[in-house]
């Protein structure tokens, strides 16, 4: 039998044979809505089916009088009905089907003590509503079922915005027909937003969320920033990045990218010092950037030695000096002498001070790098040693070249260990450790015979005892580096202030292990000798030492060595002075007590804060809040970062969105798509 049509607005529901259901479905709903209307479309033909399948004499047409009378049957136009209340007398009394209104007269007429009785029946059928039979036919609208919420056109382009910023997607996505399929499918009615729109929308956000970066930076007395050079499909671009500390939680902040500019031309450190200065600029941050961390490229260096502020300060020092000279001697000479210079030689003359770059620091895990590659090669001139490296590293790189090359091979690796060998990557030497430890790891979860069978399968030589033991030794050897490079390349719980305690503590393991090596002794004073070479001028700077003895964690306890630890303390004392005496001045009434400032006998509590610091046991980092001048000095000293690994990840990024397939995608709007896919905590989508 036909039930319907059942109506729920975009769905329309059909019965057939009540067994057979057929829908349409013009709009997209959550599986738990289609769920709920289901049901209530299934409780609808349950009821409908229950009066169809009821007996010929229970189809009573006006079931809340069925107390008062009875159905008999149907003659055309009207019912036929007994009246109860008549028996023993079989009473007939015939009602339109439209309306009871005969039934109400006879009662009236025979039975006036049950009007009441009536009047109250049927006005229980006016609140309960109509039948279950009425009920069952009765069209339902979806807003009856569950709401349907309409999105404005402007939350559809916000929602397509934040899908193309963070899935890294080409702007070519709104043009494709399935794209626009969707969002119609979706919510119809709804036009996708164009390509330039798109364009112009992204461009509009990254300069809202440049203003938003500026303006959180405004707010931090120093940042630290980090730079590095990036070349990708014949293209050159420099990153910067940007890192603080917040002086209430004393935690780090990062605006994870500032730039990532297109260079031009040849990577000269003028061009480089003149990017730098521009992007520094751009975010009025040149007076607050306390210090950059680089690689140790020769450009970037002579940068920073041309035009860094150490470097101005030198130079205005000694111009002072030799006007001052100059002027000592020519006064004796009397003021009639004129002296003409070459204006042209005078303005080609570079003076350092056409850009202004802040303190330079050499990325720390750069220098760990060179120290496990270039340095450790020195470990070589010991003939045992050498023979014994370049066997069993022989033997690795046959691994490592086969597993990779061959699907066969690397099915064969993962079927006897149930995990495949790494290869190492020339551009990180941690990637060789971790290499080396991976083959190490398979032989101890699977056994010696697992890696036989692998040598076996690849045709490779299997390790003799001899060379399993160096490379263990090797492996052991080279877990410090790797952990201090770990240490070192985080950019949330590290501060200066880590890179010499940690680097101490390297050369102390180094030299523990001397006791335990059989074959690594020479790769043991390579890697010493590598460390006191190239991290010799920072155990000597005072300000890298003093952000060490400024942390909690370490204060003076990470070294025994009394002349590093005076170098630092020596450097706090000097600079917390300045601190003491801006106090003393804000304290002061008068111009002519400022003046006279100077004369008054100083109060010493920066030196007796500097005491009860280092008394202190506690080691936690909010513990420097309870000494407010150290914890000013702290904060400026340890906001540089010991590494520019931060910019390493910024690239990491800009490489999935600069692919082979976008390699002609405008390099202003590939910036703009990668700050904001960094930086979305400074853009809000609403």
């Not at 289609?34 to 399948?53: G, R, Y």
């Not at 690397?410 to 080396?436: D, I």
């Amino acid at each position: 039998m036909f039930i319907g049509p059942l109506e729920v607005t975009s769905c329309h529901i059909y019965y057939h044979n009540a067994q057979h259901l057929d829908l349409e479905i013009r709009e997209i709903i959550t599986v738990n809505q289609w769920k709920k209307m289901e049901e209530v479309c299934d409780s609808s033909a349950a009821a409908s089916s229950t009066v169809q399948n009821q007996p010929q004499d229970q189809e009573h047409p006006w079931p809340y009088l069925r107390e008062l009378f009875s159905f008999s049957g149907v003659n055309k136009d009207s019912f036929k009905m007994k009246c109860v209340l008549c028996l023993p007398l079989n009473k007939e009394i015939s009602a339109f089907k439209s309306s009871p209104s005969n039934l109400r007269k006879h009662i009236e007429r025979m039975h006036p003590n049950y009007l009441k009785n009536y009047s109250k029946l049927t006005a229980q059928k006016r609140k309960i509503g109509t039948s279950t039979h009425a009920s069952s036919s009765k069209q339902l609208k979806v807003d009856s079922v569950f709401p349907v919420k309409h999105v404005s056109p402007v939350t559809v382009n916000k929602a397509i915005l934040r899908y193309i910023i963070q899935g890294l997607h080409p702007f070519s996505t709104v043009d494709l027909p399935s794209f626009k399929e969707l969002i119609s499918t979706l919510q119809p009615g709804i036009s996708v937003i164009t390509r330039p729109t798109l364009r112009s929308k992204i461009a509009e956000a990254a300069l809202i969320m440049k203003q938003k970066v500026t303006a959180a930076m405004s707010e931090v007395e120093w940042i630290a920033t980090t730079t590095d050079c990036w070349t990708a499909r014949r293209k050159s671009f420099i990153g910067v990045t940007a890192h603080w500390i917040n002086p209430g939680s004393l935690e780090r902040h990062s605006a994870f990218a500032l730039a990532c500019k297109r260079l031009m031309g040849s990577h000269t450190f003028e061009v480089l010092a003149s990017a730098m200065n521009d992007i520094h600029s751009e975010y009025e941050i040149r007076d607050k950037v306390v210090c950059t961390t680089t690689d140790s490229g020769s450009n970037f260096l002579k940068a920073f030695r041309v035009f860094g502020v150490e470097n101005n300060d030198i130079e205005t020092e000694a111009r002072r000096c030799e006007s001052d000279d100059t002027d000592s001697e020519g006064c004796g000479e009397g003021s009639d002498g004129v002296e003409f210079q070459d204006a042209s030689r005078v303005l080609d003359q570079d003076d350092g001070f056409e850009f202004q770059l802040p303190k330079h620091q050499k990325c720390a895990c750069h220098l760990l790098n060179l120290v496990s590659s270039v340095d450790a090669q020195k470990a070589l001139s010991n003939e045992h040693y050498k023979k014994l490296y370049r066997s069993v590293f022989g033997k690795c790189q046959a691994l490592w070249n086969k597993s990779s090359r061959s699907a066969l091979a690397a099915e064969a690796v993962e079927s006897e260990s149930r995990l495949q060998l790494l290869r190492p990557n020339q551009t990180r030497w941690n990637s060789t450790f971790m290499a080396v430890d991976r083959i190490l790891q398979i032989c101890k979860e699977a056994g010696e015979g697992a890696l036989r069978n692998i040598c076996t399968s690849l045709e490779v030589p299997m390790f003799n005892p001899a060379e399993m033991l160096f490379l263990t030794e090797w492996a052991n050897t080279m877990r410090p580096v790797a952990k201090v490079l770990d240490i070192l390349q985080a950019e949330t719980n590290t501060q200066l202030g880590w890179l010499l305690p940690s680097v101490h503590q390297l050369s102390l393991k180094l030299q523990r292990l001397h006791h335990s090596l059989r074959y690594c002794d020479p790769l043991v004073d390579a890697l010493q000798q590598g460390i006191q070479t190239r991290f010799k001028h920072m155990f000597e700077d005072p300000e890298i030492i003093a952000a060490a003895i400024l942390l909690p964690k370490f204060r003076t306890s990470w070294t025994n060595d009394e002349t590093i630890i005076k170098r630092g303390m020596d450097y706090i004392r000097v600079h917390l002075e300045p601190l003491d005496h801006k106090k003393e001045l804000a304290n002061t009434s008068s111009d002519d007590e400022d003046f006279f400032a100077s004369l008054k006998p100083t109060t010493h509590e920066a030196s007796k804060e500097l005491d009860g610091y280092l008394a202190c046991v506690s080691d936690t980092r909010e513990s420097l809040l309870t000494f407010p001048a150290i914890c000013s000095l702290s904060i400026k000293t340890n906001t540089p970062l010991p590494a520019s690994a931060a910019c390493e990840r910024l690239f990491s990024t800009a490489g999935l969105l600069f692919s082979p397939k976008r390699a002609r995608l405008d390099t202003n709007n590939f910036e703009n798509q990668l700050l904001l896919k960094l930086n979305l905590r400074f853009y809000n989508f609403e």
